[in-house]
């Protein structure tokens, strides 16, 4: 600037050849161009401007070099509204000054928001007079810049912290003084902001006291190490009263550009409901294995695919067989050759259609040989519906089999031997009808009732020669094929007469003829039929319905009787099974359900019951409309 100085030719200027100015404005030309700040001197009425080189950056590009030499007015024409006043006050011999003052000036190009910490003091003439303004000035737009992004990115850091989805808070000082909390975070502590804020939060949360958590804020205040805690119990202040609660935590300490620690921040999620979660179902896993060691035979589980997969100790103890051995469905080389193809036939069933697996076969025991077991087996969904495994047990059954082939075995030998005299005693009972005089009407009526009672002690003979023969694998089938719609016609027809009690409502239709054994098929209708009227005495109607939908035909049975019990209804399928509230009121052997079940199961079928209690009962069943072959 020195020499841009001497190189004007001042006499074109308003202050004139240099040989004429004032010895105090030469000497401060000489003391500003020596001085490394930045300085400037304005003189006279038009304020020319001469300056230094820490004065040049202030100027930026578009005002230097033009503005040396000229006025003020000129070169700060963009603000001197706003500095001419101080200008003609320095003139008058005020000095003034003013840190971080914002300027918006025109030097680059574009008009921007500077910052200078400056003074304006005046320059006399050997007279007193005063003969121009000396400007002193540091730029501070910088500074002003960092001081306001700090400004702003604190600001953020507080809303951030304010909106945060999780618990967050500053503690400030040693005595962790609570400075920022946000609402999840009161939320967690119980308070109001007014019950914490400014306070230590021992003094805002005295309910937090004792518990452990001075110890860990002073040791991170202390030492600078971060602090991790999950599913830490903390009792808090909640709807009046005292709960405990679990929360993961983080503490952090919050260090100063220097490196001190000024403070803790914390972050906190309360995990109560997981925790509660977690312990529940270690509670039911608990629940479950006492279950497990209570329930007489063994628990296995299977995957989604009917596989066994993984450790199966009871299955290994009880059959014998390796871990290799029964993985996937190696478990079925367990099973009894006659059995295992049936089993798991049903069982891929049961798989393919979810539905509970109920099943008798007979398993070989590990030193024992073979042995009869039953089944069942519950299949468990997943949330999105998706089948994650199955839960089952084998129980033992060998001992009641054993009794049962007894009792079959005598009810068999029974039944023949009575069928001889039954069958001679219906045939006098008949003799004796045609040869009573017709006018007699009692001796007719007894004829007939002794009748009536053969013939139904004919049929209950026959069920359990067909009880004999199921165990025996022996019931015959006659397949033929048939009008399946006359068949439920004629069978609704006969129980209609026999049963004026009731009006037998039918509905729907079958479009194609069936194969199967008529005869064995309408004996399940007549037995469905029979138990419908007789469980719903006070009833008027039965109401019986078929439909086919492609190669399928579902039959129901609905009443509006007495109904089961839910615990009952897995069992009425059960040989000699009778419902115990049913029982001492309604006749029967209980028999004619597992006669009906075996049919249908024969048919390639399936016969379920739905049923509440004082709401009636509906019994369905399912038949494919072709059965070449009965297996």
Known sequence: MGELIRAKDWSKTALGDPADWPQSLCTMVAVMLNNPFGMYIAWGKEYTQIYNDGYRPILGATKHPHALATSTRETFSEIWHIIESMFDGVMKGKAVGFPDFMLPLNRNGFVEECYFDFSYSPIKKHDGEVGGVLVTVIETTEKKGAETALKESNERYINNILQAPMAMCIFRGKNHVVEIANEEMLHLWGKQAEQVMNRSIFEGLPE??????????????????????????????????????????????????????????????????????????????????????????????????????????????????????????????????????KTLDSWNKAVRERKTFIFEHRLKVKNEGYRYFSIRAIPLVNPDGSLREWVGVHSDIQDQKTREEKKDEFISIASHEMK????????????????????????????????????????????????????????????????????????????????????????????????????????????????????????????????????????????????????????????????????????????????????????????????????????????????????
Request: overall charge negative; aromatic content about 8%; charged content about 20%.
């Open 208 to 341: 937090a006291k004792n518990q452990g958590f001075e110890e860990l804020l002073d040791k991170v205040y202390t030492s600078g190490e971060k602090l991790v805690a999950n599913e830490r119990p903390v009792t808090l202040p909640r709807n009046g009263k005292a709960e405990t609660i679990y929360v993961n935590f983080v503490y952090d300490a919050l260090k100063e550009t220097d490196g001190n620690i000024s403070g803790i921040i914390a972050i906190a999620v309360d995990v109560t409901q997981q925790v509660q979660a977690r312990k529940d179902i270690e509670e039911s896993e608990q629940r479950f294995q006492a279950a497990i060691e209570a329930v007489e035979g063994i628990l296995w589980t299977n995957n989604g695919r009917g596989e066994m997969e993984g450790e199966q100790p009871g299955w290994a103890s009880l059959t014998g067989q390796t871990y290799e051995e029964y993985q996937g469905y190696g478990w079925a080389n367990a099973i009894h050759p006659d059995d295992a193809q």
């Open 420 to 631: 001889t005299p039954l069958t001679t005693a219906k045939a006098y009972l008949q003799m004796l009808e045609l040869s009573l005089d017709h006018n007699n009407g009692v001796a007719n009526l007894y004829a007939k009732k002794a009748c009536q009672s053969v013939n139904r002690l004919n049929e209950l003979i026959g069920e359990l020669l067909d009880v004999s023969k199921i165990r025996l694998g022996k019931l015959d089938y006659n397949i033929t094929t048939f009008n399946f719609n006359n068949m439920i016609d004629s069978t609704v027809d006969n129980i209609q007469l026999t049963s004026p009690s009731h009006t037998i409502i039918k509905s729907g239709n079958v479009y194609d003829e069936v194969t199967g054994d008529k005869d064995r098929l309408q004996q399940v209708v007549i037995n469905l039929l029979n138990n419908a009227i007789k469980y719903s005495p006070n009833a008027k109607s039965v109401f019986v319905t078929i439909k086919q939908e492609e190669n399928m035909i579902e039959v129901s049975v609905k009443d509006s009787g007495i109904g089961i019990a839910r615990h009952s209804l897995n069992k009425i399928f059960d040989k000699y099974h009778r419902v115990e509230e049913h029982a001492v009121h309604f006749q029967g052997l209980g028999i004619g359900l597992f006669i009906s079940y075996e049919i249908i199961q024969r048919h390639h079928g399936t016969l379920w019951a739905e049923s509440e209690v004082g709401k009636g009962s509906t019994f369905y069943f399912t038949l494919p409309i072709n059965n070449n072959l009965l297996n």
